[in-house]
T-cell receptor
Framework: AQTVTQSQPEMSVQEAETVTLSCTYDTSENNYYLFWYKQPPSRQMILVIRQEAYKQQNATENRFSVNFQKAAKSFSLKISDSQLGDTAMYFCAFMTGAGSYQLTFGKGTKLSVIP | NAGVTQTPKFQVLKTGQSMTLQCAQDMNHEYMSWYRQDPGMGLRLIHYSVGAGITDQGEVPNGYNVSRSTTEDFPLRLLSAAPSQTSVYFC????????????FGSGTQLSVL
């Protein structure tokens, strides 16, 4: 079974600064996908960024980028130029590549952006 | 395009009552699933379905039933609600293909007294 660990229950960052959220995972699979989801107070689950394990290049989406270290089983999220709208819970999630659509989530990191 | 629609958004039940949480998607997705979210626990998979007529258990299936008679609908049934089932419930769907992207509904806040 896969496990996902987010070791930072809460974090804060000043507006316009950069913050990095940590995520580690454990799996014996070689083909898998990793995700970061954002959950604002509205409760909606929003996909932020997605990484395919067989791709060495780190994924980027505008101000969001990841540092994917496959050997270390680490998948951190970097948010640049933080904005007040980035205040939310952030969940790291894992999905195997073998025809599965089941997500295993970490417990989340509550990020507060301070004006 | 409605995406994934969950009803109701909020529900209060008494212990022992039964109810059905509804989930419908209009994207012709084959895969649908139910998660529950508890404080400090992240989301955990309850049941999932890979197509009409096919369902399977996830990590926390006890106390819940599902069925999938159509591609569009995937209801979650609580047969005898317990306070431990107080949670936020999310339905999600995904189509076949390499993107592996799940589309989530807006959630149902359920309180069992």
């Amino acid at each position: 079974a896969q496990t996902v660990t987010q070791s930072q229950p809460e974090m804060s960052v000043q507006e316009a600064e950069t913050v990095t959220l940590s995520c580690t995972y454990d799996t014996s699979e070689n083909n898998y996908y990793l995700f970061w989801y954002k959950q604002p107070p509205s409760r909606q689950m929003i996909l932020v960024i997605r990484q395919e394990a067989y791709k060495q290049q780190n994924a980027t989406e505008n101000r969001f980028s990841v540092n994917f270290q496959k050997a270390a089983k680490s998948f951190s999220l970097k948010i640049s130029d933080s904005q007040l709208g980035d205040t939310a819970m952030y969940f790291c999630a894992f999905m195997t590549g073998a025809g599965s659509y089941q997500l295993t989530f970490g417990k989340g990191t509550k990020l507060s952006v301070i004006p | 395009n409605a995406g994934v629609t969950q009803t109701p958004k909020f529900q209060v039940l008494k212990t022992g009552q039964s109810m059905t949480l509804q989930c419908a998607q209009d994207m012709n997705h084959e895969y649908m699933s139910w998660y529950r979210q508890d404080p400090g626990m992240g989301l955990r998979l309850i049941h999932y379905s890979v197509g009409a007529g096919i369902t399977d258990q996830g990590e926390v299936p006890n106390g819940y039933n599902v069925s999938r008679s159509t591609t569009e609908d995937f209801p979650l049934r609580l047969l005898s609600a317990a306070p431990s089932q107080t949670s936020v419930y999310f339905c999600a769907s995904s189509g076949q293909g390499g993107k592996k992207k799940l589309f989530f509904g807006s959630g149902t806040q359920l309180s069992v007294l």
